[in-house]
């Protein structure tokens, strides 16, 4: 037996020599077989980068297509096939939802939440709530700003849903086809560890949204400091897990373009924050001479004279 | 089975039994068809089915016969009288006003489709209309509230008609909610009942806050 045994450490002596002449060849490891086409591509291993794998997951680059996922088998003119994008249960939804207010440093939201099953009900509740949210919220606080002038008249603003409905959703929607259409771009000229399908980025971005639910309703208050701190808040909240997230994904590109990547991501975000706060909600000190200006005047007064 | 390949029967034993089908007997109704009943039959018939659907939405029990026989009469002649009672609210010609007539039919239809589709894509039971039907049914107290609050409006508009007509909104909101969410959430996963109660609380918040928020000119 000893001798079998000896037999055998010198089969793995040759084996792992083997392996150091040729780091490139294919392994086959037991416990990941997601290795198998990682070690296909000509990689560095650096110690820092084998950590961050572990947190990003599985090299799914050459099964990027837009709607990625192994069991979305049904042809997609049945209703079997979307349902498969709302296979989630009540506590999954939850957990995203958490995953997405508190962000843990080093985590990707991802990886941490959805790589297994991303679905379509929370991005488009969540961006229907907020819908609602929103145009609820900055009617109310206009009533209250305005509520003492005698000459003050009120209105229920109901324009404003629509308009609310179409700037949310195209951010909701259009910005992620547009960011999926650059990482798949880059991807073909470099090769990135980490790529999301279209889906992915929808989820991302969908639930990323939740932090100003309750943002547009403590936009009721009428103090400018309080609501510029509301959104300072939210907007590094819901930022950071935008950026946690695609950060890993462009990291490996030319310097520039990573970081332009994620400005643009941060800068979009914010815009939409304060567009919204700008938009539908007056500001309250100012004076208005009469209620006859119609709302939308009166906040483009209000956004020349910050 | 090879054991029974072989069995036969013996020609000597009759085998008897009848092969005539029983039917049952024909109903008088049934011999003509509802084509040649008097309208006002007919009429009647429809509008008792609607009736009986209003009394099982302000007493919501488990009965099934909401879900059954589904119409979507009641549905629309509640959507069009609120969509009426909705209108003439605060200067139509400006663009800060209520919602108007079209506004509030899409909403209503549109967010019952969207509902019903949302509960069918998590794994629901129920069929298409029957969800239409009920979630169209369940608008009565809130249309009942729209009434109450019009007639609130005529006698003053100050903060003691603001207090009644708020009370009397969020009543009728909770009982939509809890009338429609008895009759639908039996049919769906019982770990996704919170995913598709949701939809249904924030369509009937909606309205109500349209139903609120009107103010007469």
Redo the contacts between chains.
Sequence with gaps: IASLVMYLFAEFDDAANLLAANPDATTISIDEPAEIPKNQHSRRQEPGREEDDELLGTDDSDKTELLAGQKKSAPFWTFEYYQTFFDVDTYQVLDRIKGSVFPVPGKNFVRLYIRSNPDLYGPFWICATLVFTIAVSGNLSNFFIHLGKPTYHYVPEFRKVSIAATTIYAYAWLVPLALWGFLMWRNSKVMNIVSYSFLEIVCVYGYSLFIYIPTAILWIIPQKVVRWVLVVFSLCLSGSVLVMTFWPAVRDDNRRIALATVGTIVLLHALLAVGCLAYFFDAPELDFPAPVIPAHNVSTVVTKSR | FAGLADVSIAEDIPVEGEITIPVGSHSPDEDYSTLDEPVRDTIVRDLKAVGKKFVHVMYPKKSSALLRDWDLWGPLVLCVSLALMLQG???DS???????FA?VFVIIWFGAVVITL?S????GTISFFQSLCVLGYCVLPLTVAMLVCRLVLLAGSGTVSFIIRLIVVVAMFGWSTLASTAFLADSQPP?????VV??IF?FY??IS??IL???PQ
Aim: net charge positive; no cysteine; aromatic share 12%.
């Design positions: 609210g605060s200067a400006k663009e800060d006003g209520g919602p108007q506004e949302n069918k894509l998590l794994g770990n996704r009942k919170a995913l949701y939809p924030l918040f909606v806050w349209m928020t009107f103010t």
